[in-house]
């Protein structure tokens, strides 16, 4: 894409000068000599960049850049001074101007002027892409509430956690539009690592619930539940580690065959291993942070069992955390693992139970029947 | 010497951006996390004001509230309740209540019309 530029300047020499270097630069160059010709020229060709001598008959460069603000406030307007133009300056300050170049020009100057100018531009473009991104997303999730309160969700829990996100999401554009302004480049990038960090969670969340309020079919198989317990230990247990925290898993009567849905399932024993290792990081001056993983048979039934040594909790939080977006994580969690969990549990013909104190761990108790769910059923939640 | 904010949160990115809000214009800062540590950072600190949000993980905003109200030295310290719940009742004699994704100009202007 050529980037379009509009060069003003009442005296011919430097139009034609600047002219050269700056189609150099790989710019589509236009020309004004006057304040007059200029704005014709903006109206019609949309520059991103106006270059312009501060100093000129007629409309002069001041009254030139409030214009061209008024039409269109993202264009980068740089001014050229001469000597003894302070006043003239402060007053382009004012009006938002991007930057100053003193005559007579020097090449590289000019360049660093109008690259600075470009950057500023891209990263509006990016914003601007982001943004548009996430309000589609949002339309889905409106599009998704219909569907939800057919499910007898109350929008009024899944709401909580949208707004963190959102205030988030403004917090880090907040920062970038201030590091735009301040010209304070550490203060943009810490802004966008927000801002992206901010809608991956929200496409995270918003892709969860789609794939969750979806119809879709269990797939029940009939497989073998050491095989299974096996797998789901070895792919957590790794990630684990590499947290820093210890994985102790006991399969030993873990034995025989039952029939589930192995996708579905998986999903929501990690959930609850996942939940422990974040308590275990929680808990201050924890020693030696540890998650164990049971799996054994019991009256004709898998009982799993997930325990941590992590902060645990008291029975306030005891009785929310299988709402929908009940999170103590702020932007950390979303709150929709153990809702996930239980509701897949559930489709088993299976119960979740908990155990914990604060300060002293948590145990969670997985019952899933060995026959598991019908054909076909529903995996919606109910 | 300019005002000073407290600011009570558990989300870092919302603090950092009441941060960049309050500093933004003209005001000087100070922050907690919980509202344990609010406590504290109110006796050290001696803000002017105190941004509260309601739900965080160990002890609720209106815990702390009722704490700081039986501080004799600091009771009469505004505070500004800044949260995602639906509930101005939790704390009645809060001077705004904020809700959010928040408007920042709304918010600085009630700061302004408290405290100057
Ligand atoms: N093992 C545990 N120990 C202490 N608290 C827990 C434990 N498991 C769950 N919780 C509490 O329950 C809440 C809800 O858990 P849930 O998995 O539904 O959401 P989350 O982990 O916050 O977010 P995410 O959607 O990313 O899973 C957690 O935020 C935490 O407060
Ligand atoms: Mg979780």
Redesign the interface.
């Known amino acids: 894409m050529e980037d379009k530029l509009l060069l003003v300047d009442d005296e011919e020499g430097i139009r034609n000068v600047l002219r050269i270097s700056l189609a150099d630069l790989g710019y589509t160059v236009f020309t004004a000599a006057d304040g007059k010709e200029a704005l014709t020229i903006f109206k019609e060709e949309q520059p991103d960049i106006v270059l312009t001598d501060i100093k000129m008959p007629g409309i002069d460069g001041v009254e030139l850049l409030r214009r061209i603000k008024h039409e269109n406030p993202e264009t980068e307007v740089i001014m050229i001074t001469g000597h003894g133009d302070m006043d003239l300056a402060v007053q382009s300050l004012k009006n938002d101007a991007t930057d100053f170049i003193t005559k007579p020009i020097n090449d590289d100057i000019l360049e660093i002027s109008v690259q600075k100018a470009r950057e500023k531009i891209l990263v509006r473009e990016k914003l601007r892409a982001y943004t548009a991104n996430l309000e589609a997303l949002l339309r889905e999730k409106s599009a998704l509430q219909d569907r939800l309160s057919s499910l007898g969700l109350r929008i009024?829990s899944i709401?909580?956690g949208i707004?963190?996100l959102?205030?988030?999401?403004?917090?880090?554009m907040?920062?970038v539009d201030?590091g735009l302004k301040k010209n304070d480049s550490d203060?943009i990038r810490?802004g966008w690592t927000?801002v992206k960090e901010?809608v991956d969670r929200i496409r995270k969340m918003v892709l969860d619930i789609l794939f969750y309020a979806r119809e879709r079919e269990l797939k029940p198989e009939t497989i073998d539940v050491h095989s299974f317990c096996q797998e789901v230990a070895q792919g957590v247990g790794q990630k684990l580690k590499e947290r820093g925290i210890e994985f102790h898993q006991d399969l030993s009567g873990a034995t025989g065959s039952f029939r589930v849905d192995p996708g579905y399932l998986r999903t929501a024993l990690i959930n609850i291993i996942e939940n422990a290792a974040d308590a275990c990081q929680k808990k201050e001056d924890l020693a030696a942070p540890k998650v164990v993983f049971r799996a054994a048979e019991e009256n004709g039934e898998i009982l799993f069992e997930i325990a941590d040594n992590g902060i645990g909790m008291d029975e306030e939080a005891r009785e929310k955390i299988f709402e929908l977006f009940f999170s103590?994580k702020?932007?950390q969690g979303t709150g929709l693992g153990l809702y996930i969990s239980q509701k897949v549990v559930g489709q088993h013909g299976g119960s979740i139970r908990v155990r914990s104190q604060p300060g002293r761990g948590s145990r969670f108790f997985l019952k899933v029947p060995r026959s598991g769910p019908e054909e076909g059923e529903s995996a919606a939640p109910a | 010497m300019p005002k000073k904010i407290l600011i009570i949160d558990?989300?870092?990115?919302?603090v950092?951006?009441l941060q960049?809000?309050f500093s933004?214009n003209g005001y000087d800062t100070c922050t907690a996390n919980s509202s344990s540590e609010g406590l504290e950072v109110v006796r050290k600190e001696k803000p002017d004001l105190i941004t509260l949000d309601l739900?965080m993980?160990d002890e609720w905003g209106p815990r702390f509230y009722r704490k700081l109200r039986k501080d004799k030295e600091h009771r009469d310290i505004p505070v500004i309740v800044v949260s995602?719940?639906?509930g101005d009742h939790a704390i009645q004699s809060a001077v705004a209540f904020v809700?959010?994704?928040?408007d920042?100009e709304k918010l600085v202007g009630i700061v302004k019309n408290t405290i100057g």
């Not at chain 1, 205030?167 to 880090?172: F, Y």
């Not at chain 2, 809700?99 to 928040?102: D, N, S």
Request: overall charge negative.
């Open positions: 009024s709401s909580h707004k963190g959102l205030t988030g999401l403004d917090g880090g907040y920062l201030g203060q810490e927000i901010m103590s702020g932007s | 558990d989300d870092p990115i919302v950092k951006y960049a809000v933004d739900q993980p995602g719940i639906d809700r959010k994704p928040f920042p």
